[in-house]
């Protein structure tokens, strides 16, 4: 059973910057991509973020394009995603997601397609 821990959340001013991690454990040796979503209060939850298996394709959102990257270290079974210039907007429970076999060559943006979800880290964006 793939298990996925976020970590990395918590407060910053309008501007600032956060690295968020999502490390995987639990697992045989195998290629998965992730996602990461974002659910603010009273929001859906929506994609912000994907990866696939060998890191060779991602995919951000328009309104994060730019200033956030995702990244992952499959040695160390884990991802990231660095966050620059910090909006209010960006507030919310972050949250990785897994899903095993995916074709390398991309990363499914929708969210019904993740199997494996972590517990979520909160991020405060405001000054």
């Known amino acids: 059973q793939l298990q996925l821990a976020e970590s990395g959340g918590g407060w910053v001013q309008p501007g600032g910057s956060l690295r968020l991690s999502c490390e995987a454990s639990?697992?045989?040796?195998?290629?998965?991509?992730i996602g990461w979503f974002r659910q603010a209060p009273g929001k859906e939850r929506e994609g912000v973020s994907c990866i696939s298996n060998n890191g060779g394709f991602t995919n951000y959102v328009p309104s994060v394009a730019g200033r956030f990257t995702i990244s992952r270290d499959n040695a160390k079974n884990t991802v990231y995603l660095q966050m620059n210039n910090l909006k209010p907007e960006d507030t919310a429970e972050y949250y990785c997601?897994?899903?095993?076999?995916?074709?390398?060559?991309?990363?499914?943006?929708?969210?019904?397609?993740?199997?494996?979800w972590g517990q979520g880290t909160q991020v405060t964006v405001s000054s």
């Open positions: 997601a897994a899903v095993p076999d995916w074709p390398s060559t991309s990363c499914p943006p929708e969210l019904f397609e993740y199997e494996y």
């Open positions: 639990g697992f045989s040796k195998g290629y998965y991509a």
